[in-house]
């Protein structure tokens, strides 16, 4: 079994920086891609940002400039620099393992339980 544990959301001014963290522990032998998706109240979720083991990155356009994905492979951690934070970023922030190896030679893909980022002045 795989757990995503999420840290870092919070209460931030417009303008203002926010970075999250998800690790992602147990019986894992390797992760493809990990990512940041999120849902606003009334909203469908969305992709925010995606990165793979390889290093290549995608962002929602509306965060392109503003937000940063990176990923440390050897501590399965990934991360989320969010910069000039807007009103419209507040929401539910979920960490994401898709393709993850486990040492039992299967697939699996995880969520974390979720983040809130309030963005509000």
């Known amino acids: 079994q795989v757990q995503l544990v999420e840290s870092g959301g919070g209460l931030v001014q417009p303008g203002g920086s926010l970075r999250l963290s998800c690790a992602a522990s147990?019986?894992?032998?390797?992760?493809?891609?990990m990512g940041w998706y999120r849902q606003a109240p009334g909203k469908q979720r969305e992709l925010v940002a995606v990165?793979?083991?390889?290093?290549?990155?995608n962002y929602a356009d509306s965060v392109k400039g503003r937000f940063t994905i990176s990923r440390d492979n050897a501590k399965n951690t990934v991360y989320l620099q969010m910069n000039s934070l807007k009103p419209e970023d507040t929401a539910v922030y979920y960490c994401?393992?898709?393709?993850?190896?486990?040492?039992?030679?299967?697939?699996?893909?995880?969520w974390g339980q979720g983040t809130q980022v309030t963005v509000s002045s």
């Open positions: 990165i793979t083991s390889g290093g290549s990155t």
């Open positions: 994401n393992a898709d393709r993850v190896l486990e040492l039992t030679l299967r697939y699996g893909n995880y």
């Open positions: 147990g019986s894992i032998f390797s992760i493809n891609a």
